[in-house]
């Protein structure tokens, strides 16, 4: 008898845990979520107008827990002092009102797609200029709530923020760009922002931008104070270094050959006006359209900019190549003024000697009278003899290469506008190599300063 009960009790316990197993199974978890939807956001149950209530169901403000992932940086523009950003923004924050039955663990979290449905906080960009959020194929966005009321707001953005930017090392510069975020109805005493614990800023591997370089980012607080109140800010800075081989190569390089080019009129023939003329005229006009190329990629700033001096000064040294031709064609042209002044000189003296010695020789009773050895100051002939004679009665000296080397080179007054390209050639390009010297130096070691 006590066997046969032992059975039954057995059989009993093993039907009863079956059915349990059954009804487990037959259990619609999305049913479940809907029920548990509608019994915290029922209506006359939630109102997404209130905010929630501080730490630990306090009357402090409610704290709202910040990160973004940067996703791309299209561009950085230098005109407009602003730069696109794609990022996702998510938001968390603990509303106890939301607060449900996880059912044993079985209900992680639920997902909402319509924001207005829970009460959100009041965040904008202070410093933005365009944005719009992404539909496609899906609104981007999901609100997750937690069995203990815990709340995660995420979304998908593209932003314009402005960027206001220092040129004056231009293009030798860092600049950094600012993403401020703040409340804006919500002062302090009901709504503080805070950066998320651990990593609140992600960036996508292998970011690629086309000037810029992103060095390291900061994240800070900029909490603002208005005759309204105090407003909660978070911000994060991003420090771009701009890529300086693309400068290097469509900037510096040709502006330092328009330059050298300009040179070449210096072992040009002085005679050769046209050759000189249109080589120091062509470097000009292609050294004034590079420079305006430049200015008009950059906004128009009241003060010098790194690269204002670069073209300024080598500007200056293809118009100062084509004023030297201009001084050596005056020079030149005065040469060949006085050359033949000389000449006519020469010829008239000789004219006279000659009349002299032919009145000599046909008047007869005419006594001869020889010349004084007085020598007369103006007597070209009297000074040019002196001037040998000396020349004879100077002691040898120890010759000296530099003077040994200066004298290859036409020095006698008649050659004055040689005299000017010789020096020319080497006055041009030592100036230019010592103004190269003084702007590395400087504006790579402000470079570094400001690092």
């Not at 006085?338 to 020789?361: F, G, H, I, V, W």
């Not at 000017?420 to 190269?436: E, G, M, Q």
Request: net charge positive; proline share 4%; with cysteine.
């Amino acid at each position: 008898m006590g066997s046969g009960h032992y059975f039954w009790a057995i059989f009993y316990f093993a039907s009863l845990c079956s059915a349990s197993l059954a009804n487990n199974a037959k259990i619609n978890f999305r049913e479940k979520e809907k029920k548990v939807l509608d019994q915290i956001l029922g209506a006359g149950k939630y109102d997404a107008r209130i905010r929630p209530s501080g730490i630990n169901g306090t009357d402090g403000p409610a704290v709202v827990r910040v990160n973004i992932f940067v996703r791309s940086i299209s561009k950085i523009d230098d005109v407009t002092m602003e730069y696109s950003v794609q990022l996702t923004f998510r938001e968390q924050w603990t509303d106890e009102r939301l607060k449900f039955d996880d059912i044993q663990g079985r209900l992680k979290y639920l997902t909402l797609t319509e924001a207005n449905r829970v009460w959100m906080p009041d965040l904008f960009f202070s410093n933005e200029k365009e944005g719009h959020f992404h539909n496609i194929i899906m609104p981007n966005v999901y609100i997750r709530i937690f069995p203990n009321g815990s709340v995660l707001y995420s979304i998908r953005i593209s932003l314009t923020l402005a960027c206001p930017m220092n040129l004056k090392l231009y293009p030798l510069d860092r600049q950094i760009c600012s993403l401020r975020m703040a409340s804006y109805g919500w002062t302090t005493n009901d709504l503080v922002f805070l950066w998320k614990e651990g990593d609140p800023v992600q960036v996508v591997k292998n970011l690629h931008l086309p000037r810029f370089t992103l060095e390291k980012f900061l994240t800070d607080y900029c909490n603002s104070k208005t005759n309204t109140g105090e407003y909660s800010c978070l911000k994060v800075d991003l420090l771009f270094k701009r890529e300086f081989s693309y400068y290097l190569i469509q900037i510096y390089i040709p502006c330092c050959m328009l330059v050298i080019v300009s040179w070449v009129s210096f072992w040009l023939d002085q005679g050769a006006v046209p050759a000189r003329v249109s080589l120091g005229v062509t470097t000009l006009l292609t050294m004034a359209t590079q420079t305006s190329g430049i200015n008009a990629s950059l906004p128009p700033v009241s003060y010098t900019k790194a690269i204002d001096v670069w073209t300024g000064v080598c500007l200056t040294f293809v118009f100062g190549a084509l004023l030297e031709f201009a001084l050596v064609n005056y020079a030149s042209r005065s040469d060949m003024h006085k050359e033949n002044m000389k000449k006519k000189r020469r010829d008239l003296e000789q004219a006279s000697l000659d009349a002299a010695s032919d009145l000599l020789d046909t008047d007869s009773n005419a006594t001869f009278a020889m010349k004084p050895l007085v020598r007369h100051p103006g007597d070209p002939l009297a000074l040019e003899k002196r001037l040998q004679c000396e020349v004879h009665m100077q002691a040898p000296k120890r010759p000296n290469c530099c003077k040994t080397w200066l004298s290859k080179f036409p020095t006698r007054q008649c050659s004055r506008s040689k005299r000017i390209d010789v020096i020319s050639r080497i006055t041009f390009p030592l100036v230019f190599a010592l103004f190269n010297l003084v702007y590395w130096s400087t504006y790579l070691f402000r470079e570094e300063e400001d690092e």
